[in-house]
């Protein structure tokens, strides 16, 4: 199945619609591995009938959430490719193609909301939008904030850093997660995120992280106990679009699907943070018991580690620098 639809969206990519008489419209494909009931998804959906109202059917666009496509990483190459016209996909995935992007991921960088935003709406921002476009052929359209991470585990809590010793965690298919597990003494296990479930109630990994809104959406508070608001990591996504599809459209039509993504950070913003509000007192009402820890251990262990847990990327430091004068 999933080699059909990916070569169904090879052909919607390009494709030009047309009935006898009517003018041609011109279909766009957005793709992305986030859960349907996400409200990443329903952003999909917003933007979707935001295009085609604004452009009156000049374009419409064809939406594959939850992987339908292909896993995160996956996408991520068919949007460099030029397979599918756009993503939503966060900067830790977006790392394997452009590695200074793990910057951004990399622990207790940032220290709440605002400090974030200040940083997506300013000079470390405007560095990875000139890296993508400039090294990938990828224009990121909109940042948008994709919560701070805790941890989840099924029968063991993590209360101390020594929790973490042998522990099998779920980590991305990403370096940056794998080192920083090791550095806390835990056992990597790399899953992709359409697995997760699985993988936690096959006990294949003792515990996985996300965010609040993550692990709802991924319903893995079904098979999971414990959740320690550790608040380790910050993750960012983008809206992102091949450069060579969204040069081939006219200059309205550029205008449409820039004016159109502009809900996924003006909007985008406020409802991740109510979600991710909201996901502790549904996670609580389905049983799972909350728990804080003392994060200066993790962090002093963590932070002087900054430089090996980006040592593939040469312009991380330059990255790093920009973040860090953001007031």
């Given at each position: 199945m999933k080699i059909s639809a990916i070569t169904a969206a090879v052909f919607l990519a390009?494709?030009?619609?047309?009935?006898?008489g009517a003018q041609a419209a011109t279909n766009i494909v957005l793709a992305h591995h986030n859960a349907l009931d996400s409200h990443l998804s329903k952003q999909g959906e917003r933007f979707k009938s935001c295009v085609e109202a604004a452009s009156k059917g000049a374009l419409t666009v064809a939406h594959y959430p939850a992987g339908q496509l292909g896993t995160a990483r996956e996408i991520?190459?068919?949007?460099?490719l030029g397979a599918v016209g756009m993503t939503l996909i966060d900067t830790a995935y977006m790392s394997n193609l452009q590695p200074?992007?793990?910057v951004f991921q990399l622990?207790?960088?940032?220290?709440?909301?605002?400090h974030a935003e200040r940083a997506m709406d300013g000079a470390p921002g405007d560095t990875v939008k000139k890296l993508l476009l400039e090294k990938q052929g990828i224009r990121v359209?909109?940042?948008q904030h994709n919560g701070f991470?805790?941890?989840m585990t099924i029968s063991k809590p993590i209360t101390t850093i020594d929790s973490f010793k042998g522990m099998k965690l779920r980590s991305p298919p990403i370096p940056t997660w794998v080192k920083m597990f090791e550095l806390l003494g835990a056992m990597p296990v790399t899953v992709d995120w359409s697995e997760i479930y699985t993988a936690m109630q096959s006990n294949l990994v003792e515990g996985m992280e996300t965010t609040p809104d993550g692990f709802v959406n991924s319903k893995t508070y079904e098979v999971?106990?414990?959740?320690?608001?550790?608040q380790h990591m910050y993750n960012l996504m983008m809206f992102a679009a091949n450069e060579q599809k969204f040069k081939a459209l006219t200059p309205t039509e550029q205008g449409i699907i820039a004016d159109c993504a502009k809900d996924f950070r003006n909007k985008g913003n406020k409802e991740v943070i109510e979600l991710n509000d909201k996901a502790y007192g549904f996670l609580s009402s389905k049983g799972i018991k909350i728990l804080q820890i003392d994060k200066a251990p993790l962090r002093a262990r963590l932070e002087p580690a900054w430089p090996q847990l980006v040592s593939n990327s040469k312009g991380a430091a330059d990255l790093i620098d920009q973040i860090a004068k953001v007031k």
């Open positions: 390009v494709a030009v619609l047309a009935t006898p991520v190459e068919q949007v460099k200074e992007l793990a622990p207790f960088m940032f220290t709440d909301w605002a359209l909109q940042f991470r805790d941890f999971g106990k414990f959740v320690t608001q550790t």
